[in-house]
Structure formats: structure tokens, C-alpha cells
């Protein structure tokens, strides 16, 4: 399949900047790292509600938190473990126990950041978000839903986590209204489901259609949303299927994964394959290795649901 | 300093910015901004003060160095391999999979590197922990931890400068790798660091500032460092990029990719002619 691919950077400042012309309470905080996000069209034309506060991302945490407090809509953006992993308790209390209005985009998530290895890889960061109560933590799979995401993110009142990688990012869906905590079956089939969120999920569309070659029907589940988790799509994929497999590039604990488990536990239980990073501390290298040596490739993810749907059960 | 060590040093500098160059050009990316600016430091280390063993890195004699400003591990490897704690062909393996040499230091991986950094700010505090552990087994081995300007934003690095001289370390040394520029932006048009050797001075350290492209004044800074009563902060005032020229001093000199290493080969060639003459 042939995508047109767009820059996710560049949609995140575009938009970015049309919901700032309707709302002036949208200002942004950086550490060291605005432009790196596409907000230079915002810097441009809103100088005085951009904050670069430097590299201190602890203290830029509790400063949007602040910003909320007077009335303001912050958008903190930076590479997703500085945004997570190293603020944690100022993302839990400054932001989540208070319920703070603030709205944090952890970019070059996963291992997106390939060259910069273990200190600079995201594989936690959804973990870490989900586990604070009230975040709402959005992980969008194509450039549409990128910008409904960020629209629907801006508009909505309350902490949003939103996670983005840095390669271009495909348009695979016509561009419609971004709906908080639902998810979307992309493809039907009875064999298995394949629930996937962010953008590696192009592999899953690609490897659903390989299996349809080979005689294994998956329907696909896209889940752009992980908090508040849709668990009536994932009860009806449980029920409708049997079997589920999750793909994530995040590590196969703490991630969506996790939360289908959870939610299978409860509500359906089936079989449950989890596809993510194993959770072991990955090495630098080229991002497409990395993708192979996780399975998270279309092949790997064929090769992983071929072998999940011939165990018995 | 004898103008031979002087020389041996220079060398060894200009080696380091060589070996830098090459592997991240070859690779194709990598921090080359911080690495240049910090190689006259990193010779002087590894090539006068610091004690060590290169056929076995975890020798306990040794002297501790913290790349706080962990992305700067190029410049660092390229210390260690030509010092022998592994093979110079081994620069090129940088950030491949499976590889020892990722960008960033680590602790798990190298031969001759003891403290894992990446995450700015942390390693400083890191570094402390080994001078408190070390002062108390009455072992003489230094650490030393180098830090960036831009890092200098983290709170963090503040938390040690104010607890290391209350807790009297005496085995321990803060550079500064003041290069007054961060990644986007030059460091003052963010958040200035003022008079930062006066600053450290109040924070109760024996601080310093010298110039940090001059083997010899950081030399001596660290000697004079080594013999006071306090911990020691040397302030080294460096140019991001030095060495190529069309670098330094310019915004986009921080991290180079691809396209942004064109004119590399060029200047890589001067400097092994200039290494040359020095023979
Ligand atoms: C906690 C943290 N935040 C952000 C970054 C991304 N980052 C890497 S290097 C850098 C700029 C560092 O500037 P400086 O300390 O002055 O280093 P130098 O100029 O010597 O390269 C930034 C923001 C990081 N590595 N760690
Ligand atoms: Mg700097």
C-alpha cells in the first residue's frame, strides 16, 4: 500500500496554531525544543505565549501546571521520556491529582529516537501516563487522526498525554472528527484480532492483508485511545474472535497490551499475545533494525499472529 | 608544563577531533557541536591527569570521569581508543545494532566508562555518589564530572552544587564545558548563567574559569583544583564546534545529520596534516 506521508511535527505547529487563533488562552512550553516540534509558525506570530524555559523539565511541568491555574492552556512538548520518565511525580501531582488544563506531546516516542539509544527511548511513556488516574493518553496511528487528535486534545478539558513518533507519518484515513476513548475496527475478520495503537499500526494493516493471503481472517482494531480505554470494542473483538494479538512499539508491559489484558480479564477472557518491545533494555541502532529485531515489521507480525492462532487454545 | 607534554597533549586533542569526526560522519549522525568543544578536556584527563588502565578498565586505582553531558560520547571514545581501552576500527561500529558505542555514554556497554548519561543533569549527581563513596574508604581516586552549559538548566546540577561542599568532598571536580550554546539555541538567549564561576564560589566550591581550548590552563586549573580544600568547579570557557571553523559559534552546530556533514572530509584532512607537522 502506498500512503502519502506527511511530517508529524509540521501538523502538530499547524494546528497548533489554528486552534491558538480561536483560543488566545493556547500558550506553549519548551525546554530547549520548540522548533523541534513545529511550533516555529506559533513562536512567529504568538512570541509572548511561547515559554522556552530552558532544559528543565521537571520545573516545566509544574510550571504549566501553573499557567492552568491562571487560566491558561499550556502545551508542553519534548521527547516523550523527558516529558514522562523524568517529570513523573510533577506529571502525577501537578498535573493528574490536580486535574490540571494541561496538554503534554511526548514526540520521537518508542524508539523513534534509534540514534540516540536507551536514555532517549520513549517505552514507557504510555505505562507511566496510564497509570496516573484522569489522563486521558492519546497515541494516534495516521496523520488524520494525528490532527483530530490534537484538535480534540485542545478542546478537551483536562490533562491529555499524547504520544508521536518522529518518521513521516502515513495518511491512511480520511480526515474526520477526533472522538476521545473510542476505537475503530479498520478490518473485519473472525480468525483473530489484531488491536494496535500509534503509528507502527501500518504494519498491522499491512501484515492483516499478507494473512488474508495465507487463509487467517484478523479483523484490526485501531486504538488511537489508551486512557479512557474503549473496552466495548475490545469485548466485542474478544467475543467475535477468540484470540487477541496487541502491537505496540512500547514496551509489552505497562502499554496498551497491558490494558487489553486487563480488560479481557474482566470482561472476555481470551488468549491474549502481547507484540511490543521486550522488556529488556534495547541497543542503539538503526530504527528499521530495531523494528525487525522486535517483530513489530509486517513479517514479524505475521510470523508472531500465525503462530498465535495455530496454538490450541 | 614541559613543552613536550604540551605538545603530547595538543596531539592527542587534535586526534580525538579526528577520530570524532570521522565516526560520526561515516555513521552519518551524531552530537558534533559539545564533542569538539570538549576534546581539549578530555585530553588533558586521559592524557595527564586522570590515572588508568586500559587493559583492565575496572582496575581500582583508577580516577572516575562522569560524562554528565553524556551525548557528547564521541569525543570520549575516541579518548579511550586511542589510549587502547579498545580498538580504534571500533569508533565506526557507533550506534549500529548490537553495538558498544552508542551516542551516549554508557556504563553497561564500554570498556573505561563507568557511569551510564544521556539524561541531562543526572550524572553529576551520579558522580557525586562515587566521590562521597570513595572519600569514605580514605581512597585517593578523583572523580571528575563534565557538564554543559545548556545542562546547567537542570535542577538537578544545582542540588549537587549545593550539597557536594557541605558534605566536604575534596576528591571531586566540576567542569564546565561552557560553550554558550545549548541544542536550539545559544544559551544566553534562553537562560543566561550569569557569572557562573562567582556563583559556584558562593555555593562554597573552589572555582575557577579558564580557558577550555588551552591544555595547559586546564592543567593547572585542575591541579590547583586537586590541592584546595573544596570541592572544584573549573569554569572552561570553549567554542561549540571548535576546530571547523564554518561551525563554530553558529545555530544547527549541536547534532549533524546526513547533508549537514558536507566540507567534513576537508577538514578531517587539515587536521591530520596539521597532527602530521607536529610529529
Ligand atoms: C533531560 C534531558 N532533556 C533534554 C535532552 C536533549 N538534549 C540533548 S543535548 C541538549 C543540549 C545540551 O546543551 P549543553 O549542555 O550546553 O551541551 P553541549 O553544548 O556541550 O552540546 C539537549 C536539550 C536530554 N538529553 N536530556
Ligand atoms: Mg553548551
Known amino acids: 500500500m502506498k500512503y502519502e506521508m506527511f511530517d508529524a511535527k509540521k501538523i502538530i505547529g499547524e494546528v497548533t496554531l489554528q486552534e491558538a487563533d480561536a483560543n488566545p488562552n493556547i500558550v506553549v512550553v519548551s525546554t530547549d525544543s520548540a522548533p523541534r516540534t513545529g511550533m516555529t509558525g506559533f513562536i512567529t506570530k504568538y512570541p509572548n505565549r511561547y515559554y522556552e524555559l530552558g532544559i528543565m523539565e521537571q520545573g516545566a511541568v509544574g510550571v504549566s501546571s501553573g499557567l492552568a491555574t491562571a487560566g491558561k492552556v499550556?502545551?508542553?512538548?519534548a521527547p516523550a521520556p523527558f516529558v514522562t520518565a523524568r517529570p513523573f511525580e510533577m506529571f502525577k501531582i501537578d498535573i493528574g491529582y490536580m486535574?490540571?488544563?494541561?496538554?503534554?506531546?511526548?514526540?520521537?516516542?518508542?524508539?523513534?529516537?534509534?540514534?540516540?539509544?536507551?536514555?532517549?527511548?520513549?517505552?514507557?511513556?504510555?505505562?507511566?501516563?496510564?497509570?496516573i488516574p484522569g489522563v486521558t493518553v492519546l497515541a494516534p496511528i495516521d496523520a488524520s487522526q494525528l490532527r483530530g487528535a490534537m484538535r480534540a486534545m485542545l478542546r478537551h478539558q483536562g490533562p491529555v498525554y499524547l504520544r508521536i513518533g518522529t518518521a513521516p507519518i502515513p495518511k491512511i484515513f480520511e480526515e474526520e472528527e477526533f472522538t476521545i476513548g473510542k476505537g475503530q475496527i479498520v478490518r473485519e475478520g473472525k480468525d483473530v484480532a489484531i488491536i494496535t495503537t500509534g503509528e507502527i499500526a501500518v504494519n498491522v494493516f499491512e501484515a492483516a492483508e499478507t494473512l488474508a493471503a495465507q487463509g487467517i481472517n484478523a479483523m484490526v482494531v485501531a486504538m488511537p485511545t489508551v486512557l479512557p480505554l474503549d473496552e466495548a470494542i475490545i469485548k466485542k473483538a474478544a467475543e467475535a474472535t477468540g484470540r487477541i494479538v496487541v502491537v505496540e512499539e512500547h514496551y509489552e508491559v505497562g502499554g496498551l497490551g497491558t490494558a487489553v489484558c486487563e480488560t479481557c480479564a474482566k470482561l472476555a477472557p481470551v488468549p491474549v499475545k502481547r507484540?511490543?518491545?521486550?522488556?529488556?533494555?534495547?541497543?542503539?541502532?538503526?530504527?528499521?533494525?530495531?523494528?525487525?529485531?522486535?517483530?513489530?515489521?509486517?513479517?514479524?507480525?505475521?510470523?508472531?499472529?500465525?503462530?498465535?492462532?495455530?496454538?490450541?487454545? | 608544563m614541559e613543552a613536550?607534554?604540551?605538545?603530547?597533549?595538543?596531539?592527542?586533542?587534535?586526534?580525538?577531533?579526528?577520530?570524532?569526526?570521522?565516526?560520526?560522519?561515516?555513521?552519518?549522525?551524531?552530537?558534533?557541536?559539545?564533542?569538539?568543544?570538549?576534546?581539549?578536556?578530555?585530553?588533558?584527563?586521559?592524557?595527564?591527569?586522570?590515572?588508568y588502565d586500559p587493559q583492565n578498565p575496572k582496575w581500582d586505582g583508577r580516577d572516575y570521569l562522569v560524562l554528565s553531558k553524556g551525548h557528547c560520547g564521541p569525543a570520549l571514545y575516541s579518548a579511550l581508543a586511542i589510549k587502547g581501552f579498545f580498538p580504534r576500527e571500533e569508533l565506526l561500529t557507533i550506534n549500529k545494532l548490537g553495538t558498544r558505542l552508542p551516542s551516549h555514554v554508557d556504563k553497561n556497554l564500554t570498556p573505561g566508562i563507568d557511569m551510564t548519561a544521556g539524561s541531562l543533569g543526572q550524572g553529576v549527581s551520579c558522580a557525586l555518589g562515587m566521590a562521597l563513596g570513595l572519600k569514605l574508604q580514605n581512597k585517593p581516586n578523583m572523580?571528575?564530572?563534565?557538564?554543559?552549559?545548556?545542562?546547567?538548566?537542570?535542577?538537578?546540577?544545582?542540588?549537587?552544587?549545593l550539597i557536594a561542599p557541605n558534605k566536604g568532598v575534596k576528591n571531586f571536580i566540576v567542569?564546565?564545558?561552557?560553550?554558550?550554546?545549548?541544542?536550539?539555541?545559544?544559551?544566553?538567549?534562553?537562560?543566561?548563567?550569569?557569572?557562573?564561576?562567582?556563583?559556584?564560589?558562593d555555593f562554597g566550591w573552589y572555582a575557577l574559569t579558564v580557558n577550555g581550548h588551552d591544555p595547559n590552563a586546564i592543567d593547572e586549573a585542575i591541579e590547583k583544583c586537586k590541592a584546595a580544600d573544596k570541592p572544584g568547579f573549573i569554569n572552561m570557557e570553549t567554542v561549540k564546534g571548535k576546530g571547523w571553523q564554518a561551525k563554530e559559534c553558529v545555530l544547527n552546530n549541536h547534532a549533524l545529520r546526513g547533508p549537514a556533514f558536507a566540507g567534513v572530509d576537508e577538514v578531517i584532512e587539515n587536521f591530520r596534516k596539521e597532527l602530521a607537522a607536529m610529529q
Open chain 1, 74 to 77: 499550556p502545551i508542553f512538548c
Open chain 1, 99 to 131: 486535574q490540571q488544563n494541561v496538554k503534554a506531546i511526548g514526540r520521537n516516542c518508542g524508539f523513534n529516537y534509534s540514534d540516540l539509544g536507551p536514555t532517549h527511548y520513549g517505552l514507557e511513556d504510555m505505562a507511566l501516563a496510564r497509570l
Open chain 1, 275 to 313: 507484540l511490543g518491545v521486550p522488556h529488556v533494555y534495547l541497543s542503539a541502532g538503526p530504527y528499521i533494525d530495531l523494528v525487525k529485531y522486535c517483530k513489530l515489521d509486517p513479517a514479524g507480525i505475521v510470523e508472531t499472529v500465525k503462530e498465535f492462532t495455530t496454538q490450541e487454545k
Open chain 2, 4 to 51: 613536550n607534554t604540551l605538545n603530547e597533549l595538543k596531539k592527542f586533542a587534535l586526534d580525538i577531533r579526528i577520530e570524532t569526526l570521522n565516526m560520526i560522519s561515516k555513521h552519518g549522525f551524531g552530537h558534533m557541536g559539545g564533542s569538539l568543544s570538549v576534546a581539549d578536556a578530555i585530553a588533558v584527563l586521559y592524557g595527564n591527569q586522570m590515572k
Open chain 2, 143 to 161: 572523580v571528575y564530572a563534565i557538564i554543559g552549559d545548556g545542562e546547567a538548566q537542570e535542577g538537578q546540577v544545582w542540588e549537587t552544587m
Open chain 2, 175 to 201: 567542569m564546565l564545558d561552557n560553550n554558550k550554546q545549548q541544542l536550539d539555541e545559544f544559551t544566553n538567549h534562553i537562560s543566561s548563567l550569569g557569572d557562573v564561576r562567582q556563583k559556584a564560589e
